[in-house]
């Protein structure tokens, strides 16, 4: 599913909480990432970003060792006059590290 500032509350409906973070792709040039998820029972998803405006990747563990999702944050309103689109939001994702990646974007993809 595609989602947009028009419906990305909806991915909190998704339940993703305790999926393991697999991997993390950034392709730099092209302003695109892919996150890597599997479920506790073996499914795998990825959250796919392209032209994303901002990442963030925090690896500092405060809390101990972890690498499973343990919340999402959704913020639609970010100071937009920053960017070229007035369509952006946040998605943070909260790792049980206590580690966070935040993503400001216009679009992502759940597959």
Same mark, same amino acid.
Request: no cysteine; aromatic share 14%.
């Given at each position: 599913? #595609?989602?947009? #500032?028009?419906?990305?509350?909806?991915?909190?409906?998704? *339940?993703?909480?305790? *999926?393991?973070?697999?991997? #993390?792709?950034? !392709? *730099?040039?092209?302003?695109?990432?892919?996150?890597?998820?599997?479920?506790?029972?073996?499914?795998?998803?990825?959250?796919?970003?392209?032209?994303?405006?901002?990442?963030?990747? !925090?690896?500092?563990?405060?809390?101990?060792?972890?690498? *499973?999702?343990?919340?999402?944050?959704?913020?639609? !309103?970010?100071?937009?006059?920053?960017?070229?689109?007035?369509? #952006?939001?946040?998605?943070?994702?909260?790792?049980?590290?206590? !580690?966070?990646?935040?993503?400001?974007?216009?679009?992502?993809?759940?597959?």
């Amino acid at each position: 599913m #595609i989602y947009t #500032i028009d419906n990305i509350e909806e991915i909190k409906d998704i *339940y993703l909480h305790d *999926y393991e973070s697999l991997n #993390i792709n950034i !392709d *730099y040039i092209n302003k695109s990432m892919v996150l890597a998820l599997k479920s506790p029972e073996g499914i795998e998803k990825k959250i796919k970003v392209n032209q994303f405006y901002f990442l963030s990747v !925090d690896r500092f563990e405060p809390w101990g060792e972890g690498f *499973y999702i343990n919340s999402f944050e959704i913020n639609k !309103d970010i100071l937009n006059n920053q960017f070229s689109s007035n369509n #952006i939001f946040s998605l943070e994702i909260l790792i049980n590290s206590g !580690d966070k990646i935040l993503i400001y974007s216009e679009r992502l993809l759940l597959e």
